[in-house]
């Protein structure tokens, strides 16, 4: 197949959906199969220097078109086709977020990882707010196939949209490679959250836990929290710059790629108590690095950690103290935690994701050939 995805959500930090789409077109480019095209298009941001010896024979298009400009005009109008932006000719057109590529004659997938856009748009920024509640329903009706990371973010999709089930494939990520090396985190580190620091992430909900648990233990391990800051962080980062937090957390920024292993290896536990997810991420990658997690028992979640980790209601702040501190406090648990963590962590392959996508194309090239050949109403009469 001659597949182009646009690459543009990995440009530049790499959170959830930049590195789900970086990593599964990675794998399925070294299957060898296919030819795949990587799209790029921004005034100011370059693919980054070696990104080809990741991507073993696909061609990657850099086009200085500004990232608003092309959006308004793919999400509105509909216009251009990706293959005029693009210079090829394709079977598929892969877009790592709800909105179509537009193209002449290319099967279209979109990938919604979940539909928070929907329920709180007041969360959203910039052009997800402007054109996402308002185009995603009719954008994944016109869909070919919707990759999904999650049964829990395939049913949100469904019903959110009204779709036919079949339409929908679910695709879970991988872990990191760091999941084939034995390891289990450290027994004297620090207490770590990544992820995006957002009203959803439960943010605070963490702070206030994690007071309490200081207020009752000054020994309490150092909490770590990193992920890209958005307008929702001020407030929390107010809060761990003046006692009692001060001194005890420390807010790390986003963090590339490259560092995340040697951060989770220096964790004691893993903590993400976040009111919803389509899937978690760093709660796999703690995992895979051999670090107990604790994590909310809503959302992906569950279907992530599965018994590899304790699972909380994220509104009842004496749980998520309770969690941290019996995994702080309980060698044996957190030493059966860290052997579960591995066990599953190894279950969720890159090379299956690339599988499970690769089957999805094939599956929208179907069923783009079955609408092309469909007679029309006219021709029926």
């Known amino acids: 197949m001659r597949i182009v995805v646009d690459y543009r959500p990995a440009l530049r930090a790499r959170t959830g959906v930049g590195e789900y789409i970086h990593q599964a077109i990675k794998a399925l480019a070294h299957a060898g199969e296919d030819e795949v095209t990587l799209f790029s298009s921004s005034w100011k941001d370059r693919p980054a220097h070696g990104l080809s010896s990741d991507f073993p024979n696909v061609h990657i298009v850099d086009q200085r078109i500004p990232v608003r400009a092309l959006n308004l005009a793919w999400h509105r109008l509909g216009w251009p086709p990706v293959e005029a932006v693009a210079g090829g000719s394709y079977d598929v057109a892969h877009s790592p977020h709800p909105l179509?590529?537009?193209?002449?004659?290319?099967?279209?997938?979109?990938?919604?990882?979940?539909?928070?856009?929907?329920?709180?748009?007041?969360?959203?920024?910039?052009?997800?707010?402007?054109?996402?509640?308002?185009?995603?329903?009719?954008?994944?009706?016109?869909?070919?196939?919707?990759?999904?990371?999650?049964?829990?973010?395939?049913?949100?999709?469904?019903?959110?949209?009204?779709?036919?089930?079949?339409?929908?494939?679910?695709?879970?990520?991988?872990?990191?490679?760091?999941?084939?090396?034995?390891?289990?985190?450290?027994?004297?580190?620090?207490v770590l959250f990544m992820g995006t620091l957002e009203a959803r992430k439960n943010v605070g909900g963490l702070l206030q836990a994690y007071g309490q648990l200081l207020s009752r233990n000054s020994q309490t391990p150092k909490l770590m929290i990193a992920g890209g800051a958005t307008p929702d962080a001020a407030k929390w980062l107010e809060i761990i710059s003046k006692p009692p937090l001060a001194g005890h957390v420390e807010y790390l920024g986003y963090v590339e790629a490259d560092r995340r292993e040697s951060l989770f290896r220096g964790a004691r536990l893993f903590v993400l108590p976040s009111f919803e997810e389509g899937f978690g991420?760093?709660?796999?990658?703690?995992?895979?690095?051999?670090?107990?997690?604790?994590?909310?028992?809503?959302?992906?979640?569950?279907?992530?950690?599965?018994?590899?980790?304790?699972?909380?209601?994220p509104q009842d702040t004496a749980a998520l103290v309770n969690a941290l501190e019996r995994i702080i406090s309980d060698d044996v648990l957190r030493a059966n935690l860290s052997r579960r963590g591995l066990e599953r962590a190894r279950q969720f392959?890159?090379?299956?994701?690339?599988?499970?996508?690769?089957?999805?194309?094939?599956?929208?090239?179907?069923?783009?050939?079955?609408?092309?050949?469909?007679?029309t109403h006219a021709n029926r009469r």
């Open 349 to 375: 392959t890159w090379t299956r994701a690339a599988a499970d996508i690769r089957q999805a194309y094939q599956h929208a090239v179907q069923a783009r050939r079955q609408r092309d050949t469909a007679p």
């Open 100 to 190: 179509l590529l537009p193209s002449r004659s290319a099967a279209q997938l979109v990938t919604i990882h979940d539909v928070h856009f929907l329920s709180h748009p007041e969360r959203t920024s910039q052009e997800i707010r402007r054109d996402y509640p308002s185009l995603a329903a009719a954008h994944a009706r016109r869909a070919d196939r919707i990759i999904v990371s999650s049964r829990f973010a395939a049913g949100e999709v469904q019903r959110a949209f009204e779709l036919d089930a079949g339409k929908i494939a679910v695709c879970p990520a991988g872990a990191p490679e760091w999941a084939n090396v034995a390891s289990g985190g450290d027994a004297n580190g620090y």
């Open 281 to 313: 991420l760093p709660a796999l990658e703690a995992m895979a690095a051999g670090v107990p997690v604790v994590a909310s028992d809503r959302g992906a979640l569950p279907e992530v950690v599965g018994d590899a980790g304790l699972l909380v209601d």
